[in-house]
């Protein structure tokens, strides 16, 4: 089965950086899109980036573009989620899913069906 697991969160001052990382394994990864989401306290999941199999399309929500830059190194099975410009509207939860057909464009309203555990984001002002 497929497995995702997320790593590199933390606490960050606004305004600052973070990378996430997420580790894939079980599936020919190099043939699936790839998104970020994340869930804050009393809101429901929301999209955050998503990334075609091939990483040549991107998708971002509204409230990240400019600031998080999604990307895939399919040598080495991981999606990555840049996050510069930290506010404290992004502190949440975040997730790396993947999406279930091959070949997918990992757009916002793709079927995601493996899910790592999260990890924490956390900004502080």
């Known amino acids: 089965q497929v497995q995702l697991v997320e790593s590199g969160g933390g606490l960050v001052q606004a305004g600052g950086s973070l990378r996430l990382s997420c580790a894939a394994s079980g599936r020919t990864f190099s043939t699936y899109a790839m998104g970020w989401f994340r869930q804050a306290p009393g809101k429901e999941r929301e999209f955050v980036a998503g990334?075609?199999?091939?990483?040549?399309?991107?998708y971002y929500t509204e409230s990240v573009k400019g600031r998080f830059t999604i990307s895939r190194d399919n040598a080495k099975n991981t999606v990555y989620l840049q996050m510069n410009s930290l506010k404290s509207d992004d502190t949440a939860v975040y997730y790396c899913a993947m999406e279930v057909p091959r070949y997918g464009l990992g757009s916002p309203d793709s079927r995601y069906e493996y899910w790592g555990q999260g990890t924490q984001v956390t900004v502080s002002s």
């Open positions: 990334i075609s199999w091939s990483g040549g399309r991107t």
